[in-house]
């Protein structure tokens, strides 16, 4: 009942890093609309969606962060021409790592918004809080006990590792 | 087949000046440099180190020097994504190619056993190339371990890890001058068994169109962290989202460095 | 032109994990494990995989040194070990054998290790021994 209870007051955090050239501005122009966006949403400005390093996204994490979106401009819109190519190459790579090692990989999005897109912002702001909310606090999931020798998930690699 | 590989160096030394392989001395077999006059009854083939990696320190040192390097499948393969990194000058370097017994492979989950030297002038293969192994049977039944137990099983993997920094050491494709790894603001310095593995995450990360599979930072690793199957998964969603197999064609750049023009992506982002 | 490995015992702690030191035309380069070595199997901790870097390092003390007038001077070993005879000797008169003790080093060898405590419980003649591997 109490574990209920604390989830129905959770309010997730999320850092979104913000392209300072389309998304960062999309902000501003929802803002100015009036459009309403969660107050969940801790904005980073990047110069460019291709600048977010993994390690920045890794840290947000280690930091608390609950979700992190990366909202870049759209392909063939990028102010660097072609940066936010690798962004979409990396992104996924990323997203699923974050998978294997067992962070839900939904708590992580990457989306293009452009400054034009006010709607468009509120609206993947808004869908992905709600889809954080429901995943819960990202600390009760990384509070599991470590499975150690005993498991057999580790006799397996325990197994591949020996006969040198 | 080491009579072969030990004829191919001494007929190889006459034209170069000198060739990396391993030298077993008393205290044990380590990577040398033969030159001519060495006695070649002293180089063997186990157990193995990252060739290659010492093949492009020596480069590095000797510039002029034209060099052989008696590798392995994941060696040449390791040479490849150092020559697409300006680590290594494939036109300075001669590959004597030895292919891995089935046992070696299927201890490694090696796909590539035989070394692939198409692009390698000048080199020779020593050996009958055996069928790949099949992978690591973790990697493939990954998919069906729900997250909470990839955690708890990663979390007590890592919480082993003292930070030798061995992993990154030894890989022949780790080589950068500033190490993402060493910086303070992304791995804590002074905490050991950190709540969050920042060090693997990124490790891994940028392992993910690097990874030859060569499976030294496994057996570097003192603390017996299954390194390689965080780096096979990753490699197979490179191989799988964008089709990069990393070690394969030398006249293919790495993804990260081309735009969707010259290698495109299949993804509801692209449009 | 040459290249080689040179195995040898760590210098660290009290494990003996055996190194290879690659060595460049004399000039040791860095460090690589020996994966046959009966002891570590191939393994080493961070301050192994790093062993090379203080052999050439700009900071190593290679002579004694003594601060006079606040600036250290380059001194002879006669010169230093008869400061330190001196000073340890006036300190054992004033305040007693027990103010002093003496820390041992895991990159001593066995014998030097001995030579010290031997040093501090039959010369100084105290039990204030310690040891950096006694962690």
Redesign the interface.
Known sequence: MELIQIQEDFEPKVVAFLCNWCSYAGADNAGISRLQSPANILPIRVMCSGRVSPEMIFRAFRSGADGVMVLGCHIGDCHYINANHRTVKRMPLLKNLLGYVGINPERFTLDWVSSAEAPKFARVTKSFVNTVRELGPIAAEMSVEPIFVTDELVNLAAEELVGV | MITEIRDKVAEQLEKL??I?AL?S?E???????F?QGDNLEELVMN???PLSK?AS??QK??KD?KLGVVARGCDVRALVEMAKRNQIDPDRLVVIGVTCTSEEAE?C?CAEPAPNLDQWSGSTLIGEPVPGAPP???VAE?AQ?P???????????F?KC?????CR??CPVCFCEAC?LEDP??VEPGLLA?????Y???K??HM?TRCVGCRQC?????A?I?LT??YD??RQ??AE??GYVPGADINEMP??T????DAA?E?D??? | MDYKNIQTICPYCGCGCALNLEVIDGEIVGVLPANDHPVSQGSLCIKGWNAHAFVGHEDRLKKPLIRKNGQLEEVSWNEALKLVAKNLGSIQKKHGADSIGVLTSAKCTNEENYLLQKFARAVIGTNNVDHCARL
């Open positions: 000046d000198g990396v030298r001395t205290d044990g077999a380590a990577p040398y440099l030159q157990p193995r180190y010492t320190k020596l040192r000797f020097a201890f989950f690591n049977p973790i990954y371990i997250y909470a137990e990839r955690w708890a099983f990663w979390k007590a993997q919480t003292h930070k030798c920094f061995g050491d030894i993402a603001l992304w950190p709540d969050f593995p920042m693997h995450l990124i891994a990360q993910t496994e057996m570097a690793c003192p017996d299954p199957v965080l998964l990753v969603d490179v989202l964008i993804p990260f081309l735009t969707l023009a992506i993804s982002l692209v449009y």
